[in-house]
């Protein structure tokens, strides 16, 4: 009798415990270098904005744009003046890999959301935002979106020679925030979005880290707590007490 070799049900079963067992060790590791691979794009991502910023300041007397109060679609931001610098570059360099959703488009996690802007007939979508204190302004003009003293505060004009880590553009789940002082809250919870200051860029995006493009344009990974020892504005000061950190960020790792 022709006696033919075969798998016992024994042998099959240990075969696909196996394959099992090294998918479960080999996943999360895949998931890893996947997350890291984003993670490059999204630092090339700003490292070509810091580019873009530098030659539209160039171009203007290497002053950054002119804030102003507008109810126009992107109006009083960075958006519509940047247009013909970033709009060759298309979407991709706009948004960052970890983020390239709305919420309506169905993304529910706000740290991985990006957020748009309708201008003329295109909807622009962008995973990130400006600090906004990097404007110019007009003589007489002394807040920007409602933070006060900008007159005294905002940087201006662009200069490459800044020693300290002066934040430029950075991921954003909007177009920009403004962080006070030193002793700013940071979000309550990291699910929450929030409309002003840390709130913006204080979310878990890359193990709870962001990219931040340096108005050296220098782009630096920076973890979530050592945010607040950029100098944001002219004022800002190191000597003011760190805030009280909400139960999400306590076991995070600081600077």
Same mark, same amino acid.
């Given at each position: ?5 075969? =798998?016992? +049900?024994?042998? +099959? ?13 080999? +996943? ?31 171009? %203007?007397?290497?002053? =950054?744009? *002119?804030? %102003? #109060? ?9 958006? *519509? ?5 970033? #709009? ?29 802007? #309708? ?11 400006? %600090? ?5 302004? !007009? ?25 300290? !880590? ?15 002082? !030193? ?21 878990? !995006? ?12 220098? *782009? ?36």
């Amino acid at each position: 009798m022709d006696k033919r070799k075969a =798998f016992t +049900l024994i042998e +099959l079963l240990v075969v696909i415990a196996i394959i099992a067992l090294l998918l479960a060790i080999l +996943l999360p590791s895949l998931r890893s270098a996947k997350n890291q691979a984003r993670a490059v794009m999204c630092k090339s991502n700003l490292n070509q904005w810091g580019k873009l910023f530098y030659l539209y300041a160039h171009d %203007n007397d290497s002053k =950054f744009m *002119v804030w %102003n #109060e507008s109810s126009a679609a992107g109006g009083g931001t960075w958006i *519509v003046p940047m247009l013909p610098y970033y #709009e060759a570059g298309g979407e991709k360099a706009r948004l960052c890999p970890m983020a390239t959703k709305t919420e309506e488009e169905g993304e529910t996690v706000p740290a991985r959301m990006a957020w748009d802007c #309708e201008i003329g007939e295109k909807i622009h979508k962008n995973s990130y935002g400006i %600090n906004n204190w990097c404007y110019d302004l !007009r003589p007489g003009v002394t807040t920007v979106w409602g933070l006060t003293q900008a007159d005294r505060r905002s940087w201006r004009r662009i200069d490459a020679k800044q020693t300290a !880590r002066i934040p430029m553009f950075l991921e954003c789940w909007r177009w920009g925030g403004g962080p006070t002082t !030193r002793s700013d809250e940071a979000p309550p919870d990291e699910e929450v979005r929030h409309n002003t200051g840390f709130g913006r860029y204080c979310m878990n !995006r890359h193990a709870y880290t962001i990219h931040v493009c340096m108005m050296d344009g220098s *782009v630096d990974r920076v973890k979530l707590k050592a945010l607040w020892d950029l100098k944001w504005h002219r004022t800002y000061t190191m000597v003011d007490p760190l805030p009280q950190w909400p139960e999400w960020m306590v076991n995070l790792p600081g600077s």
